[in-house]
């Protein structure tokens, strides 16, 4: 079974900054893909940023040029910093990872979700 810790949430001003963590235990063989989302009470949850196994990246326009997006593949680690928060920005965040498989399709595990609170 795999694990994943999430840590980092808080609340801020906006303006401020986070950075939130998600650390991944257990079988683990391969990464692909790691991602972060979130969800804001009433909506659904949306991808935030996306690094692949390789290091591209991809933000949601919303969040482009604020959020950063990394990972550390010896801690089976993946980041999210985000800087200039808006009050919009409050939301859970959630991490995904993606863990190969060889010739099936990659096994998806989500951590438990880490609240960002961003005030006026």
């Known amino acids: 079974q795999v694990q994943l810790v999430e840590s980092g949430g808080g609340l801020v001003q906006a303006g401020g900054s986070l950075r939130l963590s998600c650390a991944a235990s257990?079988?683990?063989?391969?990464?692909?893909?790691m991602h972060w989302y979130r969800q804001a009470p009433g909506k659904q949850r949306e991808l935030v940023a996306t690094?692949?196994?390789?290091?591209?990246?991809n933000y949601a326009d919303s969040v482009k040029g604020r959020f950063t997006i990394s990972r550390d593949n010896a801690k089976n680690t993946v980041y999210l910093q985000m800087n200039s928060l808006k009050p919009e920005d409050t939301a859970v965040y959630y991490c995904?990872?993606?863990?190969?498989?060889?010739?099936?399709?990659?096994?998806?595990?989500w951590g438990q979700g880490t609240q960002v609170t961003v005030s006026s």
């Open positions: 690094i692949t196994s390789g290091g591209s990246t």
């Open positions: 257990g079988s683990i063989f391969s990464i692909n893909a």
């Open positions: 995904k990872i993606n863990i190969k498989r060889g010739w099936l399709p990659d096994a998806e595990y």
